[in-house]
């Protein structure tokens, strides 16, 4: 049986170019791809309904209130359908609403109801793409992972001249082609990823831990599951909310972080991103120890996740990837990841500075038993896509 088509949820807004967008339609049609379009107020003022749905061959929503459109379609369903949601053309307008997270609409509601970041064409006067209001929104869009297809420069319907033509549709087409693919790469996978520090009890207030955000391996089953793998996310006390679409498992020890990755079913891939606590108090002491207790505490070491999950070939995960936190990624660095790669026995090191801990950004290098890629500095939503675009080149999919 093939796979379903991929489905692409247009979002038309109201600005000259969105006669490009009925264009957009047919090519996005032609490539087999299945059309479901919003024409918002303003976007009807351009094109009609009725241009819309024939070129995409399904009704076009258009009203967020409309009960039988509710009922058939759903802003829900029809944001969370769709494998890739391209808003062409976007207006500074619209740009603006969205960084705001207004759902007053149908087409702002579906893309605050979509589990994945959406993808924007602005087409706008020259002056509004330049006005600092814009820069900001634009700023503050990518930063949360919206896909920014960049206007072109030239000679504009209002009769000026500068950048804020809507993207070439052949840009448009094939970035909406490559999210698309992007979308299913892992279809079929099992993923795990653990995050977030561990606290190991001393008493019942007192606890020894790691400094630890959880952001990076809660990015890294965000983009997982964004690339379709069915995603299990172990996570120890962090102050993040589940990723969407990630079956999340909250934990606090390292033991049970460790029985809740060993929980079937085996994944095919596994990243190990928690600052797992390194030793745990010996003794637990019900209630509150004394100060007069003395300073001395026995400590033992906790499992090692990492290790027990690259132990064997057989009944393992297909690759299994850890972090090594250093000071400094340098020739020093990479020499200590190395020796942690083979005494954990895992197949990918991702190195990364102590500097990483508490900040939105990463900088990376991977070891493997091929050597080394540096990766650079990129925000933590960076370094996860980049680990998913590898897996999904090393199971050649
Ligand atoms: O040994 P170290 O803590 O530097 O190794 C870091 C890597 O090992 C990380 O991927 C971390 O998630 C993993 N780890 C683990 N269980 C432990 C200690 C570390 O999974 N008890």
Same mark, same amino acid.
């Given at each position: 049986m093939s796979a379903p088509a991929h489905r692409v949820l247009l979002i038309v807004g109201g600005g000259i170019a969105a006669y490009k967008s009925l264009d957009l339609a047919r090519r996005l049609r032609a490539r087999g791809v299945e059309v479901r379009a919003i024409l918002t107020k303003n976007g009807a003022e351009f094109v009609t309904p009725l241009s819309l749905s024939t070129l995409t061959g399904n009704p076009v929503g258009r009203d967020l209130f409309s009960l039988t459109e509710e009922s058939e379609i759903?802003?829900?369903?029809? @944001?969370?359908?769709?494998?890739?949601?391209?808003? +062409?053309?976007?207006?500074?307008?619209?740009?603006?609403?969205? @960084?705001?997270?207004?759902?007053?609409?149908?087409?702002?509601?579906?893309?605050? @109801? +979509?589990?994945? =970041?959406?993808?924007?064409?602005? $087409?706008?006067?020259?002056?509004?793409?330049?006005?600092?209001?814009?820069?900001?929104?634009? =700023?503050?869009?990518?930063?949360?992972?919206?896909?920014?297809?960049?206007p072109d420069a030239g000679d504009m319907a209002c009769g000026e001249e500068g950048v804020g033509r809507l993207a070439d549709l052949d840009e448009i087409e094939s970035r909406v082609m490559a999210e698309l693919r992007r979308s299913r790469r892992l279809s079929g996978f099992? @993923?795990?990823?653990?995050?977030?520090?561990?606290?190991?009890?001393?008493?019942?207030?007192r606890y020894v831990s790691n400094g630890s955000s959880g952001l990076q391996g809660y990015e890294i089953a965000h983009a997982l599951a964004g690339a379709s793998a069915r995603t299990r996310l172990v996570s120890g006390p962090v102050s993040l909310s589940p990723p969407a679409g990630v079956e999340t498992t909250s934990v606090t020890t390292a033991q049970e972080m460790l029985d809740a990755c060993l929980t079937p079913p085996v994944p095919?891939?596994?990243?190990?991103? $928690?600052?797992?606590?390194?030793?745990?108090?010996?003794?637990?002491?019900?209630?509150?120890?004394?100060?007069?207790?003395?300073?001395?505490?026995?400590?033992?070491?906790?499992?090692?996740?990492?290790?027990?999950?690259?132990?064997?070939?057989a009944g393992r995960p297909e690759l299994v990837v850890g972090f090594a936190v250093e000071d400094g990624i340098g020739a020093a660095g990479v020499r200590r990841a190395r020796e942690k790669l083979t005494a954990k026995g895992c197949d990918w090191i991702l190195l990364n500075d102590i500097s990483a801990a508490g900040s939105d950004e990463n900088e990376v290098?991977?070891?493997?038993?091929?050597?080394?890629?540096?990766?650079?500095?990129?925000?933590?939503?960076?370094? +996860? $896509?980049r680990l998913v675009d590898r897996v999904g080149g090393y199971f050649g999919v």
């Open positions: 759903g802003h829900i369903r029809l @944001a969370r359908e769709a494998d890739c949601i391209v808003v +062409a053309p976007a207006t500074a307008d619209f740009l603006a609403r969205m @960084a705001q997270g207004r759902a007053d609409d149908l087409a702002t509601a579906c893309i605050l @109801a +979509a589990s994945r =970041a959406p993808l924007v064409a602005p $087409a706008m006067n020259p002056m509004m793409w330049l006005n600092e209001a814009t820069r900001a929104n634009v =700023a503050l869009l990518k930063s949360r992972g919206v896909g920014v297809i960049e099992d @993923a795990l990823v653990t995050s977030g520090p561990t606290r190991e009890r001393l008493d019942s207030v095919r891939v596994a990243v190990c991103a $928690a600052a797992v606590s390194d030793w745990r108090p010996r003794d637990f002491v019900a209630g509150k120890m004394e100060k007069s207790a003395g300073l001395s505490l026995e400590m033992e070491q906790t499992p090692d996740i990492l290790a027990r999950l690259s132990e064997g070939r290098v991977l070891v493997s038993g091929d050597g080394e890629e540096v990766w650079g500095r990129g925000s933590k939503r960076d370094v +996860a $896509a």
